[in-house]
Nanobody, 122 residues
Framework: QVQLRESGGGSVQAGGSLRLSCATS????????MGWFRQAPDKERETVAR????????VYIPSVQDRFTISRDNAKNTVYLQMNSLKPEDTAMYYC???????????????WGQGTQVTVSS
């Protein structure tokens, strides 16, 4: 059974930083790219960042490029998202999920964790 447990969210002022973590189990972590996704109120879930299996290549959406850093620890089956220079428009529930090969789509679209809320005030 796939389990995804996000943590590290909180409320910060614009310009602040947060580090999100996602502990995973129930599938071969080192066989999958990993992604961070977010969903703001009344908006569709979007992919924020993706990292390859060995952690050497990361891709970001333009709005978070140069502010967010995705990383992974394959020994701990955990993926991280360091978020700096946060903006009010980053406010959302953040989720992790393995990424389907060659895409930015979640590999397990029905197996989401509870997410972690990030709220950025101006």
């Amino acid at each position: 059974q796939v389990q995804l447990r996000e943590s590290g969210g909180g409320s910060v002022q614009a310009g602040g930083s947060l580090r999100l973590s996602c502990a995973t189990s129930g599938y071969p972590f080192t066989s999958y790219y990993m992604g961070w996704f977010r969903q703001a109120p009344d908006k569709e879930r979007e992919t924020v960042a993706r990292i390859n299996v060995d952690g050497s290549i990361a891709v970001y959406i333009p709005s978070v490029q140069d502010r967010f850093t995705i990383s992974r620890d394959n020994a701990k089956n955990t993926v991280y998202l360091q978020m700096n220079s946060l903006k009010p428009e980053d406010t959302a529930m953040y989720y992790c999920n393995p990424v389907a090969p060659g895409t930015f789509a979640p590999a397990f679209p029905i197996d989401w964790g509870q997410g972690t809320q990030v709220t950025v005030s101006s």
